[in-house]
C-alpha cells in the first residue's frame, strides 16, 4: 500500500491498445505537474507488468475493448490486481449501459473517446484521485471508530433502520445473550429513538431490566447512516446480582426436573419388567395392580418432560440460525463459527426441544475449543434422503476413546462443575423425536456430532424429476481455479464432471461424443466462444440442450435479455446450495 499520498507522484496505469489514445493520454499527463503514467497495451501485458515490478497506482485507466477482455473482464482485473486504485474506464461506444454497469463494478468514472480531451483527461483523473483519498480516509475512519467502540466499558450496539445489530463490543454481546428476544428487543429502541437520552427496559430472563440509552448518528459502511446506541444498566451491582442469582435458580430448576425425569424413566422400565414376568405367571390380579402402576409411572414421566408439540412443522435452517444468533450475541472469545444450510429440512416436532439440542452441543463445542487461537466451530443442516441431519463440529482436542461409550449417560462428566445432563438430555430429546445422535472424535483434531431426525412426511419426487439425466456435468470455464472450485462441488453433490477451457472445447467434445449432459455449465466471459455465443450454437444445433445450460456469470442481470429462453443462470462466485438448487444430487462419486 502507498505511503505519502500528497508527497510521491500520483501514478497512472494506463491499459489501452491504440497508440494514438496511448499517445494523447501520455502528453496531458506529462503536462500535469506530479503526475505520471505506466502505458501497456493488454490485459496480459498489464498482469507482466505488476507481476515483474510489484507497483501500486493511484489510478488505473482501462479501455472496455481490449483483444484479450471481454466487456467488463478489465474492470474485474483492475479492481483485483489494484484493490485500492481508483479505476476509470474508457470505451468507444455511447453504450450508457455498459458505462453505468463498469461503475456498479466499481469504477470511479468512464470517458467516451470520441469525446476525449485534454480538459476531460485531467477532470477525470483528478476527481478518482480525490474521490479515492476521501474513500480511504473514510474507510480508515470506520476501522479508528470500531477500535475505540470495541475498548469501552459500556455495551455499545450500531443498528440500521430496520433494527439490525451491524456491531456489538464484548459487553453488548453479554447484554445480548442475557436478553430474552435478543436484538428484536432493540427494535423499539430505534424507532422511538434518533438521538439523544432515553430511560427505558428490556426483557431478560433474570426479568425486566432498566436502562439508559444514549443515541447518536454514524457513517457506516454498507448501510450508510445508522445509530449507535449506548446502553448502560440503571441497576446496582448488588441488584444486578440478585438477577444473576434468579436465573441460576432457573437453572437449577429445570435440571432439578430433568433428573426427575430420568429417575421416573428408570422406574417406569423397572415397571415393565416386573409386567412381563407378571404375564408369564398367569397372576390375573397382580398383573392389574402393577398395570396400573406402568400407566401412572407413564402419565408422571410425561409430565416431568411436560407434553411436547412433537407434530407441528419446524424447519431446521431458520432454527439453526436463530442459534448460531443467539450463541454470536453472548460469546465471549475469539471463535470462526460457520452455518451451512441445505434445501427441504423440514421436520415434525418440537422447536424449543429441538433448539435446546442445537445450543447445547453448540455450547459443548465452544467449550471443547476454549484457548484455542484458530477456534473453529461448524453447524451445518444437511437434507438427505428420508433423514434430515444436524452436525456440530469443532477443531478441540477431542474426547479420549475411553470416555466415548459413556458420554450420553446421565450425570456421566468430565468437567469440575458439570452435571452431566446436557448430553443426556439431548439424546433424550432426539429419541423422542425419532432420531438418534452419535459423535466421531479424533484426539487433537475435534468432534462432530450428528443429529439425525425423519424428514417431514412429503409426497414423494419422481425419481426423474430429481434428477432429470444421468448423464455428467459438464463445467466450461476459462479459468482453471474456477473449473477446480466449481468441480470439487460438483463432485460433492455426487455428479460426474467433465470441465472443458472454452466454448470450442465444448463443441468439440459434443460432436464426438454420444454422451448426454445431464447439465451444461458455462461462464459467460470467456475469450473465443463465449457464453452467449455457447448459448446460440445449442439453440441452432442441439436444441434438446438449451434446457439444461446453466449461464454462469458476475454480471447480474445485465444482458440478460440476449438469453432469449434460458431457464437457469448461477451469480458467480457459484455457491454450493445454489448449486444444488439447480442441478440437484446425484448418485454418490467414489
Same mark, same amino acid.
Given at each position: 500500500?502507498?505511503?505519502?499520498?500528497?508527497?510521491?507522484?500520483?501514478?497512472?496505469?494506463?491499459?489501452?491498445?491504440?497508440?494514438?489514445?496511448?499517445?494523447? #493520454?501520455?502528453? *496531458? !499527463?506529462? &503536462?500535469?505537474?506530479?503526475?505520471?503514467? $505506466? =502505458?501497456?497495451? +493488454?490485459? @496480459?501485458? %498489464?498482469? /507482466?507488468?505488476?507481476?515483474?515490478?510489484?507497483?501500486? #497506482?493511484?489510478? *488505473? !485507466?482501462? &479501455?472496455?475493448?481490449?483483444?484479450?477482455? $471481454? =466487456?467488463?473482464? +478489465?474492470? @474485474?482485473? %483492475?479492481? /483485483?490486481?489494484?484493490?485500492?486504485?481508483?479505476?476509470?474506464?474508457?470505451?468507444?461506444?455511447? &453504450?450508457?449501459?455498459?458505462?453505468?454497469?463498469?461503475?456498479?463494478?466499481?469504477?470511479?468514472?468512464?470517458?467516451?473517446?470520441?469525446?476525449?480531451?485534454?480538459?476531460?483527461?485531467?477532470?477525470?483523473?483528478?476527481?478518482?484521485?480525490?474521490?479515492?483519498?476521501?474513500?480511504?480516509?473514510?474507510?480508515?475512519?470506520?476501522?479508528?471508530?470500531?477500535?475505540?467502540?470495541?475498548?469501552?466499558?459500556?455495551?455499545?450496539?450500531?443498528?440500521?433502520?430496520?433494527?439490525?445489530?451491524?456491531?456489538?463490543?464484548?459487553?453488548?454481546?453479554?447484554?445480548?445473550?442475557?436478553?430474552?428476544?435478543?436484538?428484536?428487543?432493540?427494535?423499539?429502541?430505534?424507532?422511538?429513538?434518533?438521538?439523544?437520552?432515553?430511560?427505558?427496559?428490556?426483557?431478560?430472563?433474570?426479568?425486566?431490566?432498566?436502562?439508559?440509552?444514549?443515541?447518536?448518528?454514524?457513517?457506516?459502511?454498507?448501510?450508510?447512516?445508522?445509530?449507535?446506541?449506548?446502553?448502560?444498566?440503571?441497576?446496582?451491582?448488588?441488584?444486578?446480582?440478585?438477577?444473576?442469582?434468579?436465573?441460576?435458580?432457573?437453572?437449577?430448576?429445570?435440571?432439578?426436573?430433568?433428573?426427575?425425569?430420568?429417575?421416573?424413566?428408570?422406574?417406569?422400565?423397572?415397571?415393565?419388567?416386573?409386567?412381563?414376568?407378571?404375564?408369564?405367571?398367569?397372576?390375573?390380579?397382580?398383573?392389574?395392580?402393577?398395570?396400573?402402576?406402568?400407566?401412572?409411572?407413564?402419565?408422571?414421566?410425561?409430565?416431568?418432560?411436560?407434553?411436547?408439540?412433537?407434530?407441528?412443522?419446524?424447519?431446521?435452517?431458520?432454527?439453526?440460525?436463530?442459534?448460531?444468533?443467539?450463541?454470536?450475541?453472548?460469546?465471549?472469545?475469539?471463535v470462526v463459527i460457520e452455518l451451512r444450510r441445505s434445501d427441504k429440512t423440514i421436520v415434525h416436532g418440537d422447536a424449543a426441544a429441538l433448539e435446546r439440542v442445537i445450543l447445547n452441543l453448540l455450547d459443548n463445542a465452544l467449550e471443547a475449543v476454549q484457548g484455542n487461537p484458530e477456534a473453529m466451530v461448524l453447524l451445518e443442516v444437511i437434507g438427505s434422503g428420508d433423514r434430515i441431519g444436524i452436525l456440530v463440529g469443532d477443531n478441540g482436542p477431542g474426547i479420549p476413546a475411553s470416555q466415548l461409550p459413556r458420554i450420553f449417560e446421565p450425570h456421566y462428566t468430565t468437567k469440575e462443575e458439570g452435571t452431566g445432563l446436557g448430553l443426556a438430555s439431548v439424546k433424550d430429546i432426539v429419541s423422542d423425536h425419532g432420531g438418534e445422535v452419535n459423535l466421531e472424535s479424533t484426539l487433537g483434531e475435534g468432534t462432530v456430532f450428528k443429529v439425525y431426525l425423519p424428514r417431514a412426511?412429503?409426497?414423494?419426487?419422481?425419481?426423474?424429476?430429481?434428477?432429470?439425466?444421468?448423464?455428467?456435468?459438464?463445467?466450461?470455464?476459462?479459468?482453471?481455479?474456477?473449473?477446480?472450485?466449481?468441480?470439487?462441488?460438483?463432485?460433492?453433490?455426487?455428479?460426474?464432471?467433465?470441465?472443458?477451457?472454452?466454448?470450442?472445447?465444448?463443441?468439440?467434445?459434443?460432436?464426438?461424443?454420444?454422451?448426454?449432459?445431464?447439465?451444461?455449465?458455462?461462464?459467460?466471459?470467456?475469450?473465443?466462444?463465449?457464453?452467449?455465443?455457447?448459448?446460440?450454437?445449442?439453440?441452432?444445433?442441439?436444441?434438446?440442450?438449451?434446457?439444461?445450460?446453466?449461464?454462469?456469470?458476475?454480471?447480474?442481470?445485465?444482458?440478460?435479455?440476449?438469453?432469449?429462453?434460458?431457464?437457469?443462470?448461477?451469480?458467480?462466485?457459484?455457491?454450493?446450495?445454489?448449486?444444488?438448487?439447480?442441478?440437484?444430487?446425484?448418485?454418490?462419486?467414489?
Open positions: 500500500m502507498r505511503t505519502g499520498w500528497r508527497d510521491d507522484p500520483r501514478r497512472v496505469l494506463l491499459i489501452e491498445d491504440s497508440p494514438t489514445d496511448v499517445l494523447l #493520454f501520455e502528453r *496531458v !499527463v506529462q &503536462d500535469m505537474q506530479g503526475w505520471e503514467v $505506466v =502505458a501497456v497495451n +493488454s490485459l @496480459e501485458g %498489464a498482469r /507482466s507488468y505488476l507481476e515483474r515490478h510489484h507497483e501500486d #497506482f493511484d489510478v *488505473v !485507466v482501462v &479501455d472496455l475493448s481490449l483483444p484479450d477482455a $471481454v =466487456a467488463l473482464d +478489465s474492470v @474485474e482485473f %483492475a479492481s /483485483s490486481a489494484q484493490p485500492d486504485a481508483a479505476c476509470v474506464v474508457m470505451t468507444g461506444d455511447y &453504450d450508457e449501459a455498459m458505462a453505468q454497469e463498469a461503475l456498479r463494478h466499481g469504477a470511479t468514472d468512464f470517458l467516451r473517446k470520441i469525446e476525449i480531451s485534454g480538459q476531460a483527461i485531467r477532470r477525470a483523473l483528478r476527481y478518482a484521485y480525490e474521490r479515492n483519498v476521501l474513500r480511504r480516509m473514510h474507510r480508515s475512519a470506520e476501522m479508528n471508530l470500531r477500535q475505540v467502540l470495541r475498548s469501552l466499558p459500556a455495551s455499545v450496539f450500531v443498528l440500521n433502520d430496520d433494527g439490525q445489530v451491524l456491531f456489538a463490543n464484548r459487553p453488548a454481546k453479554q447484554l445480548l445473550g442475557n436478553m430474552a428476544k435478543g436484538p428484536s428487543a432493540l427494535t423499539h429502541l430505534v424507532e422511538d429513538l434518533q438521538t439523544g437520552v432515553l430511560l427505558a427496559s428490556i426483557e431478560t430472563h433474570g426479568g425486566r431490566l432498566p436502562i439508559e440509552v444514549t443515541a447518536t448518528q454514524v457513517d457506516w459502511s454498507g448501510a450508510g447512516r445508522a445509530r449507535a446506541l449506548v446502553v448502560r444498566s440503571l441497576v446496582s451491582e448488588n441488584e444486578a446480582e440478585e438477577l444473576r442469582r434468579q436465573l441460576r435458580r432457573k437453572e437449577e430448576q429445570a435440571q432439578a426436573g430433568y433428573r426427575t425425569m430420568l429417575g421416573l424413566h428408570d422406574f417406569a422400565g423397572k415397571v415393565e419388567g416386573l409386567l412381563e414376568l407378571l404375564r408369564a405367571s398367569g397372576n390375573a390380579p397382580a398383573l392389574a395392580q402393577a398395570e396400573d402402576m406402568a400407566q401412572a409411572f407413564r402419565d408422571l414421566r410425561r409430565e416431568a418432560k411436560g407434553v411436547r408439540a412433537l407434530h407441528n412443522p419446524v424447519e431446521l435452517n431458520t432454527l439453526a440460525e436463530s442459534c448460531l444468533n443467539q450463541l454470536v450475541q453472548r460469546l465471549d472469545q475469539d412426511n412429503e409426497a414423494p419426487v419422481p425419481q426423474k424429476e430429481q434428477r432429470m439425466h444421468a448423464g455428467p456435468c459438464v463445467l466450461v470455464d476459462d479459468q482453471n481455479l474456477v473449473r477446480r472450485a466449481v468441480s470439487r462441488s460438483l463432485r460433492t453433490l455426487g455428479h460426474e464432471v467433465v470441465a472443458l477451457e472454452g466454448g470450442e472445447a465444448l463443441v468439440e467434445w459434443l460432436e464426438q461424443t454420444e454422451v448426454e449432459p445431464s447439465y451444461i455449465l458455462c461462464d459467460r466471459r470467456m475469450p473465443g466462444m463465449n457464453g452467449e455465443s455457447v448459448f446460440a450454437w445449442l439453440k441452432a444445433h442441439r436444441p434438446e440442450l438449451v434446457s439444461r445450460f446453466v449461464l454462469v456469470s458476475g454480471d447480474g442481470e445485465f444482458g440478460i435479455d440476449a438469453f432469449e429462453g434460458l431457464v437457469h443462470r448461477l451469480d458467480k462466485p457459484v455457491d454450493i446450495y445454489d448449486l444444488k438448487a439447480i442441478v440437484g444430487a446425484g448418485e454418490p462419486v467414489a
